[in-house]
């Protein structure tokens, strides 16, 4: 088993969709792919910041999913980040209604040192300097897996530019797959891509699944077929821990492999949408997840005979 | 092998897309179906008509691919059905420049009697009052599957609910299952599709692949994805003709063989959108499709290990 450095925001979301609203609830990149990378057991710790508002209970409830959180800082007198969103009734578009940066603002990435010699980082979506302070930390990581969003490309390009150059997977979604690139197909899309860096391209389509791009090859996971979308808050940052902690807890970084820690990703994000927030990643059973990963065999797998 | 009788249109089109634009060339569902269904070598034969200025080469070219053409009735002093359209730079939407019905007015279907103990029937997309008049014309199908369109929703909808209530199989797209049922959940939708008749529901999603489902079960197939589609035109029509073909060919006509054949039917649409209308179609060989087919199975087969 690898060890996984995971960082990204761990924060308050409020969020509103069709189905309800939520007040200030857990949140953030770090804590969705934290709960995601602890089903898989993988060995994961937290980098990341919060306020002297954040309740001991969430920092438990990361400590009960066998996260280290040793380096996650907290800031006495500062208050955690704040996201809040209201989903339109498509369930793919929303729009943000507060932002809040709080102790995000400044800061200060520290991989604790019993984790700056783990193979796999997992790059959470945030400002592109963290992201670089973070990789700048690592001694040898085999494996980098960013995430990142159309924001970083409208107001850090070059910056954001230099992260994708030094990691080995992006996850990007599909839109911003082809402002990055200028090209609307996504196989010319990823092969701008991987020109710039990575080795490894996962475009994530929501609801229309994701592509992973290697050299000439591609995969494709669907997403599961659902009758309802109840909360699409964390499902990209589920997948991408569901992702990038498979990676880590098998050691094998090959296409191949890859593709099972897509189809793993893309089994916990069916989860994570089926409730507010963290709620259904929360004490999410092995039972659980095996029925699912059964559910996407039965959903992609056939057996034509080629004469 | 079953036999397979294919109604639908055979039919001039004249097409404009980002990459250039062409004369009248050979069109029409019933077309699309039937060649790709002869891939197959399934035993088809095509109902439909055309006028006097229809060229003997193109009777000649259903005829080499091995498509019986004694339903495709020749009214001399008629003009074959003509369509005219241009596709958006996204590929995804058209504007239908002309439509003449012309022959297909008063088309009145006649399959041929050696054909009226076929198996399968494939009911391509035309006036549901044609499809219903093939279906009283079969004497015991095990298998029949109906493409439709919205422009049928809006102008006839009590008939096509009757051809609905009728066929085993319905294949329509995903803004199609909407408007029918009102339901934007493609789950829900099928649903509410297999309670007006059909056992077996297929959601075309372009780009998106296709969902196939039955009771409870799902089966998705993606579309292979594609540096350029050079033009969509009959796209979907390859899809039934390949799905259908592959089941008359197998006579299984189990769940689990229709994955086979909905996958079958993707890899020839993905020659389709390759070239200009049935260009691509015409003359591909066995060993092309062995490929395709090959590379679906690397887009989407894993192996992940269940604990």
């Not at 002297?52 to 209970?57: I, K, L, Q, R, V």
């Not at 969003?149 to 409208?154: A, E, L, R």
């Not at 490894?200 to 000439?216: M, Q, R, S, W």
Request: include cysteine.
């Amino acid at each position: 088993m690898s060890k996984l450095v995971i960082v990204g925001t761990v924060a308050f979301d409020a969020i509103e969709t069709p189905f309800g609203k939520t007040d200030k609830i857990l949140g953030g990149a770090a804590t969705f792919i934290g709960l995601a990378a602890s089903q898989c057991n993988a060995d994961g710790a937290i980098v990341s910041v919060v306020g002297g508002d954040f309740p001991e209970e969430y920092i438990a409830l990361l400590k009960n999913h066998d996260l280290d959180v040793s380096g996650l800082e907290v800031i006495k007198e500062g208050k955690t980040f704040f996201w809040s969103g209201k989903y339109h009734n498509d369930m793919n578009t929303r729009d943000t209604l507060v932002t809040e940066l709080n102790v995000l603002e400044n800061f200060d990435p520290k991989v604790p040192e019993n984790y700056q010699d783990a193979e796999v980082v997992m790059l959470g979506n945030l400002h592109p300097a963290v992201q670089l302070g973070v990789i700048e930390q690592m001694k040898a990581p085999k494996l980098v897996v960013l995430d990142t969003m159309n924001f970083w490309m409208d107001h850090t390009l070059d910056l954001l530019k230099e992260v994708i150059s030094k990691v080995d997977v992006i996850t990007i979604n599909d839109e911003e797959a082809r402002q990055l690139t200028g090209e609307y197909s996504l196989v010319t899309a990823s092969k701008k891509i991987m020109e710039m860096g990575p080795a490894y391209v996962v475009i994530k389509k929501g609801e229309h699944g994701a592509l992973l791009f290697h050299k000439d090859e591609i995969f494709f996971a669907p997403a599961l077929p659902l009758e309802e979308v109840f909360d699409p808050t964390g499902a990209g940052d589920t997948f991408a821990g569901g992702f990038a902690g498979y990676l880590a807890k098998s050691g094998d970084f090959s296409f191949e492999n890859m593709k099972n820690a897509i189809i793993y990703g893309s089994a916990l994000a069916s989860f994570c949408v089926e409730k507010f927030g963290t709620e259904r990643l929360v004490g999410l059973s092995k039972k659980e997840v095996h029925k699912r990963l059964q559910q996407f065999q039965q959903l992609t797998q056939f057996d034509i005979e080629l004469e």
